[in-house]
């Protein structure tokens, strides 16, 4: 089983949809969670960092269940410039970074 | 402006053949990371470095070395016995004071022809 999983999607979504993503991991002492973005051969940057209490940053909100050992990412309003690959990363101790293999989303016109 | 720099942003090579991918950074980072990236897919840790003069073996270290001789400098050699090298790699620093934050450097494509 993988250490992180995302569903690999594509999401086609139109324009102004709202889409969440969801992400499981293995690990129950993970310390730390965080949704990197990646666009089309171009390096992971940090969308933004989930919190036990739940998070919002914009139209993205994050949400963290330890006792299911779930994440998810949601995006309301969606832009065409949302378009993009979503990895969810976990940091566990040993100061390492895990990373699910993403999910993709593409929003339409 | 600070940052990692990566080059070169594309590299072919032929079967059999090693090669060296270069990582510099100027973050005053401690720590520094390789991964490869194949299509489709998350990245995946080869090797790190969380102090000069020592790093460890990743998930997949087979066919790849490393050297770190300096604290801006972490080049990756992909060796010969690499049997599928063709990836994207992408490298990452860390500071320690800032806690989890990574930095990218924009990554090298590497083809083998």
């Known amino acids: 089983r993988k250490e992180v999983e995302q569903d690999p999607g594509p999401f086609n979504v139109p324009e102004g949809a709202t889409v969440a993503f969801n992400c499981t991991y293995s690990n129950s002492a993970s310390q730390s969670f965080f949704w990197y973005r990646q666009d089309c051969r171009k390096e992971p940057k940090l969308l933004m960092s989930?919190?036990?209490s739940g998070n919002e940053d914009g139209r993205f909100t994050a949400q963290l269940n330890r006792a299911s050992q779930y994440i998810s990412l949601l995006i309301r309003d969606s832009k065409l410039s949302d378009s993009a690959t979503y990895l969810c990363?976990?940091?566990?101790?040993?100061?390492?970074?895990?990373f699910g293999g993403g999910t993709r989303l593409m929003v339409k016109p | 402006d600070g940052g990692i720099t990566q080059s070169p942003k594309y590299l072919f090579r032929k079967e059999g053949q090693n090669v060296t991918l270069s990582c510099e950074q100027n973050l005053n980072h401690d720590a520094m990371y390789w991964y490869r990236q194949d299509p489709g897919q998350g990245l995946r840790l080869i090797y790190y470095?969380?102090?000069?003069?020592?790093?460890q073996k990743g998930d997949i270290a087979e066919g790849y070395s490393v050297s770190r001789e300096k604290k801006e400098s972490f080049p990756l050699t992909v060796t010969s016995a690499q049997k599928n090298p063709t990836a994207f790699y992408l490298c990452?620093?860390?500071?320690?004071?800032?806690?989890?934050?990574?930095?990218f450097g924009s990554g090298t494509r590497l083809t083998v022809v």
């Open positions: 470095s969380q102090i000069v003069n020592d790093f």
């Open positions: 989930v919190y036990s």
């Open positions: 990452a620093s860390r500071d320690p004071t800032g806690g989890t934050r990574y930095t």
């Open positions: 990363v976990v940091y566990n101790a040993g100061n390492m970074l895990t």
